[in-house]
């Protein structure tokens, strides 16, 4: 049962250099009033993605694409024909 096991968690490995090499186009959204943890997160991927777009979709916390989809939907649509796919 993993949550009686005492053992100390693995370090993280520090993959940014790996991200770095990444050329696909990257977006990268949060919820303006997400969880400060994801937010750092989301920042530190737009920091290490070369092709990153980093978004907040207004009046929506941790789950943007079910508190406001319609905003959400804009977004990737939007993100979508600005790189020309899939629109």
């Known amino acids: 049962m993993p949550w009686t096991d005492t053992s100390l ?5 520090d993959v940014s250099e790996s991200l770095a090499q990444l050329t696909i186009p990257t977006l990268v959204y949060n919820g303006a009033f997400d969880h400060a ?3 750092e997160t ?14 907040l979709v207004e009046k929506s916390g ?5 508190e406001n989809p319609s905003a959400t939907n804009a ?8 790189i020309g796919e899939f629109v």
């Open 75 to 82: 977004l990737v649509k939007g993100y979508y024909k600005s």
């Open 9 to 13: 968690p693995a370090q993280p490995i």
């Open 62 to 66: 941790g789950f943007p694409a079910w």
């Open 42 to 55: 989301a920042h530190e991927l737009d920091e290490c993605l070369p092709r990153c777009r980093r978004a």
């Open 37 to 39: 943890g994801f937010l």
